[in-house]
């Protein structure tokens, strides 16, 4: 293999080999190869006075004091290389494959390692996870339905038949609402969004269907690629549809286990449109642990979101599948069937009534 390498020979090289991002923390918290350790050669502050210095005396005093600052830790990377590399297999990149990522490249080969770099560095990368979601051609089918139908449910339903699943709420650690950051990690930042997102699809088998939830472009504060969002809001969608009384359990279940003051913060980020007397209705539900009272408020403003998207969703294809229940298990079996005579090629029915 060559030592300079392009991003997907790059991403392949993971399989043998230990990622290194050289790049300083604050670069690696803002967006960073999926499964890539940090191993900055500067901290944040001595990136910026090399910078400095390289703007304010030239590019001789920067590398001199680089130098100053690199010395005295070489022992200590070559050390921490051998523990995370016992292969001494390594991959390492820095912004856009320039003095950084070819300076540790050389220690690594002068202390035994086998170092590949990456072409262009990190924004090359950034580069061909954009192109590929615009050049994308997964078979995608959406899953659709108003808040509480249980999507997530059913998508779990849909992977323990062995149909592939891209969660994409999972990736941006919010359920896509007002409510959705309750009981979430902190969401990654819109371009560590993209690379988780680019990553997950790596992991999809191209020749087979993958099901997602039906979002908004925006979940939380992360954003869909506009690539990817073309290509899923061009795909068939399955809208379902339960009782509002199994919804309403479903928030229900979803949401008792966290504090009534999670909630009304929640319920407070929707007021304009729900409406005073609403959100107080809500309020003194929650406060009384009255929370089917409160899922039913959230849901009168929900609902009328929801019409609104389906009314104006640009799908080629919607089916209408409704349900007398919510039994994941037989709704995801009944998606399954819907699936395959879509590929068939056999007549659907737009509206499908189940019992």
Known sequence: ME???????????RDNCVVLDVRSPGEY????????????????????????LYKQQGKEEAMLLGLKIVGPKMERFVREARKLAPNRRLAVHCWRGGQRSRSMAWLFRQ???????????????????????????????VIGGQTGTGKTKILRELQRLGEQIIDLEAL????????????ELPQPTVEQFENDLFERMLQVDSSRRVWLENESRSIGRVFIPDGFWKHFKASPLFNIEVPLECRIKNLVDDYTGFSSGELEAAFQKIERKLGGQHLKSAVEALQAGDYA??????????????????ENNTSPDIRM?????????????????????LVSGKPVPLTVEQH
């Open 3 to 13: 030592s300079h390498i392009a991003p997907a020979e790059f991403l392949t090289a």
């Open 29 to 52: 918290v803002q967006g960073h190869i999926p499964g890539a350790y940090s191993f900055p050669l500067f901290s944040d502050e001595e990136r910026a006075q090399v910078g400095t």
């Open 111 to 141: 202390s035994g390692f086998e170092v590949v770099t990456l072409e262009g560095g990190y924004k090359n990368y950034r580069r061909h996870v954009l192109e590929s979601f615009e050049q994308m051609s997964l078979r995608m089918i």
């Open 172 to 183: 941006a650690h919010h359920k896509g609402s007002a409510f959705g950051a309750i009981g």
């Open 293 to 310: 009272a409160a899922a039913a408020v959230a849901l009168q403003y929900y609902d009328k979101t929801y019409r609104f998207g389906l």
């Open 321 to 341: 599948l409704r349900f007398e229940h919510a039994d994941f298990p037989k709704i995801a079996l009944e998606c399954l069937h819907q699936a395959n005579l």
